[in-house]
């Protein structure tokens, strides 16, 4: 079975603000799904990544819209 397409999209980058100074930075879907801790490359804060539930909830619809689809081919 191919790899789950939800296992490949958490190591996409994203760029996000610094809560602190705004400053943009990569980070992996993944640093917020184990809900790490990252600094701030410029202003040194601490952001802690927390995943509510969406990002784990869309990442189980995407694998299910994927499976449906591949019923059809």
Do not use: K, N, W
């Not at 603000?17 to 600094?39: A, M, N």
């Not at 701030?40 to 990442?59: E, K, T």
Request: hydrophobic letters at 40%; charged letters at 20%; one cysteine or more.
């Amino acid at each position: 079975m191919p790899q789950a397409l939800s296992l490949a999209m958490l190591q996409e980058l994203i760029d996000i603000p610094c809560p602190g100074c705004g400053y943009e930075f990569e980070i992996q879907l993944l640093d917020i799904r184990v809900q790490t801790f990252r600094l701030c490359p410029c202003c040194r804060v601490q952001i802690h990544f927390v995943d509510d539930g969406s990002l784990f909830g869309a990442l189980q619809s995407v694998d299910e819209s994927m499976r449906e689809l591949r019923r059809f081919f």
